[in-house]
Nanobody, 116 residues
């Protein structure tokens, strides 16, 4: 079964940018029946996990209202990687970010901290 691993988090000032990577252990949409998309989620301290963005295997994307216009998700099939480009970051974007197949398991996530 194809697994996803997140990376790329860090500390950034408000208004800055980060690019998160979600690397698949195999062909990103070729391994798991029914897993035709990758979702990004985040969980801030003391809050419930929330959905952030989605990319389908055909490249169609969807975004939560809170990140629309600031975040962009994309696929590099050659690298078996999904990216989340985060621009104009705000302190309220501080959270652990996860990527996940619909029927996949949760990974360790990657911490994003937006602070001056």
């Amino acid at each position: 079964q194809v697994q996803l691993v997140e990376s790329g988090g860090g500390l950034v000032q408000p208004g800055g940018s980060l690019r998160l990577s979600c690397v698949a252990s195999g062909s990103i949409f070729g391994g798991n029946p029914g897993d035709n998309r990758v979702d990004w989620y985040r969980q801030a301290p003391g809050k419930q996990r929330e959905w952030v963005a989605r990319i389908f295997n055909v490249g169609v994307t969807r975004y939560a209202d809170s990140v629309k216009g600031r975040f962009t998700t994309s696929i590099d099939n050659a690298e078996n990687t999904v990216y989340l480009q985060m621009n104009s970051l705000k302190p309220e974007d501080t959270a652990v970010y996860y990527c996940k197949f619909p029927f996949g398991s949760w990974g360790q996530g990657t911490q994003v901290t937006v602070s001056s």
